[in-house]
């Protein structure tokens, strides 16, 4: 079964690194967003039925729509609320951990640059 995959992070290096990471990965159609406004509303309208193995791969750190405001939107809407969303940062904060914790469509704070064996096991 395929798996959908949106990686947000406003870093076109960190974007590069996690699409190549993610290609080597079978069975996993690939999308990247440096803005987190156009991310949620391409969801929003992509979310269908055959896409229900859908995850967001989300940056913390950004401008104009930050990683947590992200969640809380995607926690808010009715169509994005079955994605799953990983958590990543370059430096993991406990209180960013902490804070993860309260949202139940986060399932796991990464560390950046993503390892191909990591994104493996969550997505299985």
């Given at each position: 079964m ?50 229900k ?43 960013d ?28």
């Amino acid at each position: 079964m395929e798996k959908y995959v949106t990686v947000i992070d406003d870093d076109p290096i960190a974007l590069m690194v996690a699409g190549l990471v993610l290609k080597k990965i079978p069975n996993i159609k690939v999308q990247t967003f440096t803005d987190g406004i156009e991310a949620l509303q391409v969801l929003r309208s992509s979310l269908t039925s055959d896409k229900k193995n859908q995850f967001v791969f989300l940056d913390l750190n950004m401008p104009l729509y930050d990683g947590w405001e992200i969640v809380q939107q995607m926690g808010a809407d009715e169509i994005l609320q079955s994605v799953k969303i990983v958590l990543l940062s370059s430096s993991v904060d406990p209180e960013d951990q902490q804070r993860a914790k309260l949202y139940s469509q986060v399932i796991a704070f990464l560390e950046k640059p993503l390892s191909k064996d990591a994104v493996e096991k969550l997505i299985q």
